[in-house]
């Protein structure tokens, strides 16, 4: 699978209060795939990691927002955590970014509570996915098909529940962007 993934570049949008594993081990599992990844913030700045039930590590932005060219990547992840997606959820140059990637039938793969990122972008009306339980209705009253299971996929839309779901979300995340883009990925 590594071929496949050779010269791929993925997109990691966040901001402080993510939650640490959620960016960790994804980028993780994509480095170790040979895939290129950049971490975007809304200011180019590093962002403060939530670990858990505390503070963790800062971790070095290589992109701001407004140097982001979607068209330079080839899928999206969205960690969860509770503050980052509140904070992107209202930010519409975030939103707009996000938005672009599902227009463009790329993979987009979100944990926890990212998914509130996706109601503001627009993108979850029919589409099935999971997430954290405690935004489940939120999801619902979007027109999302939320479901509890450790990971789904939606035509190229990988989403977990929480961070006991990495495992499974990582390879479901690794085989999308190996499948490229997906003609029933949509906004």
Known sequence: MAQQLNGKRVAILAADGFEEAELSSPRAALQGQGVETHVITPDGKGIRA??????????????????ANPADYHALVL???????????????????????????????????????LINAGVVDGRKLTSVPSIAQDLKNAGANWVDE???????FVTSRTPKDLD????????????GRHSEQHA
């Open 79 to 117: 960690p969860g955590g509770v503050f980052n997606p509140d904070e992107l959820r209202t930010n519409e140059k975030a939103l707009g970014f996000v938005r672009s990637f599902f227009e463009a039938g790329k993979p987009v793969a979100a944990i926890c509570h990212a998914p509130w990122i």
């Open 168 to 179: 499974d979300f990582n390879g479901k995340l690794i085989e999308e962007l190996a499948e």
């Open 150 to 156: 450790s990971v789904v996929v939606d035509s190229g």
């Open 50 to 67: 939530w670990a858990e039930t505390d503070w963790g590590k800062t971790y070095e932005a290589d992109k701001s927002l407004a140097d």
